[in-house]
């Protein structure tokens, strides 16, 4: 018997934030994410889903009042699919094939009483950069916001009858691996152009950033149908939310004059410092991160973001700053290792750049799919 308990007061927010903790406490590579980060995708006034989605979570215990799995379910009017679909996501389970169809279906029913005919998960009630897809391959200590899991939960998935809908890769290469000779030799034509220049972004001058990289973002990719358009004042925002994490050394533009052509952005892997803090994150961990922040060493930084404007793309302009920026961090920070945000496989375009960044696939996450109608035809995302 599995009793079924919706999340609605403390106890069981509490519960909810507590039971992976549970689960992952003999696995080395957990890294408990940020309780207020969880908490922040369930709040009405911080997630600006809520106003044309609906999201609810629930807690399943046995018959000793035991917890053995959590889940959310939820329908997102933004999350445009080929038939109503609505998704499910922060699960976890117990080793337990019977607990997890359980799960499921009842996530199924919460849908279909909608009149929803899919399911997606694991994913996130808001976007994708977070909390967003199943692990199945390079069980290591995650980034930041970035899904863990144990690998029988792949098996639970698909024993269910879920099926890939699209593949996550995560690519990465070593900080002092050797670099392309074909960036050496780009740098050394780009770097005898007096109007070529390579900046790092500076904390002090955080709006010009903004805006060159609103510039770039918004040519390279959401004008070609890949992203969607960013507006300076949004990014301006994430900038300064981001300001005590960014690394001065790590994020490069390069211009035309005056004009921003491209850029390549990385912060610190803060998971390398956030799993000191067992999810909290009040006034004392706070402190503990600046301590964390300022003594501990961190080897890894995260790429976010890698963009050409289209006029600069095949010439060269990206092993200018690549080798650029490489020589500098080198010698101004303790990062070893560089990984990729995930890159959806229905996306070759950035997969073929960071292949030509000398990288390899170290992680892989998976978005799986599952159709109510068992007989209607199942199809992959779309390739851009």
């Not at 499910?88 to 029913?109: H, L, M, R």
């Not at 009858?161 to 050797?178: D, K, N, T, V």
């Not at 959401?222 to 981001?242: D, I, Q, R, S, Y």
Request: hydrophobic share 35%; aromatic share 16%; glycine share 6%.
């Amino acid at each position: 018997m599995i009793i079924v308990e919706e999340v609605q007061n403390e106890e069981q927010q509490k519960e909810f934030l507590q039971f992976p903790a549970e689960l992952y406490q003999q696995d080395k590579n957990y890294i408990r994410p940020l309780d207020k980060d969880i908490e922040e995708v369930f709040d009405p006034g911080k997630n600006k889903f809520f106003k044309t989605g609906e999201c609810k979570r629930f807690l399943f215990k046995n018959k000793n009042n035991t917890t053995v799995g959590k889940i959310a379910v939820f329908i997102n009017d933004f999350y445009k699919q080929d038939q109503p679909t609505g998704g499910i996501g922060f699960f976890d389970c117990i080793n337990d094939q019977e607990t997890a169809n359980f799960i499921f279906d009842y996530c199924k029913n919460w849908l279909q009483e909608k009149d929803i005919e899919a399911m997606d998960g694991p994913i996130n009630f808001g976007e994708r950069d977070k909390f967003w897809g199943l692990l199945i391959e390079g069980f290591s200590p995650p980034l930041f916001g970035m899904n863990y899991n144990f690998p029988y939960y792949k098996e639970l998935f698909e024993n269910y009858g879920f099926q890939l809908y699209f593949e996550q890769l995560c690519f990465s290469r070593p900080i002092f691996a050797e670099v392309s000779r074909v960036f050496k030799v780009m740098h050394e034509k780009h770097k005898r152009n007096p109007a070529i220049s390579a900046q790092p972004m500076k904390k002090n001058n955080l709006k010009k950033f903004a805006r060159d990289f609103t510039e770039v973002y918004n040519n390279a990719w959401a004008a070609h149908g890949e992203g969607k358009w960013l507006e300076e004042a949004k990014v301006l925002k994430m900038f300064n939310t981001m300001k005590p994490i960014i690394n001065e050394h790590i994020s490069w533009f390069v211009y035309e004059n005056e004009k921003p052509i491209a850029m390549w952005m990385n912060i610190p892997d803060v998971n390398q410092w956030i799993k000191y803090l067992n999810g909290k994150f009040g006034c004392i961990e706070k402190l503990k991160l600046l301590w964390y922040k300022r003594f501990k060493k961190n080897d890894k930084m995260v790429g976010l973001v890698f963009g050409v404007i289209p006029e600069w793309q095949r010439k060269g302009i990206d092993g200018y700053m690549i080798w650029e920026g490489t020589q500098h961090l080198r010698k101004h920070t303790d990062f070893k290792v560089t990984e990729l945000q995930w890159i959806g496989d229905f996306n070759p375009k950035m997969i073929k750049i960071a292949e030509t960044l000398d990288t390899t696939v170290t992680r892989k996450l998976v978005t799986y799919r599952y159709l109510f109608d068992r007989n209607k035809t199942f199809e992959r995302h779309p390739m851009l």
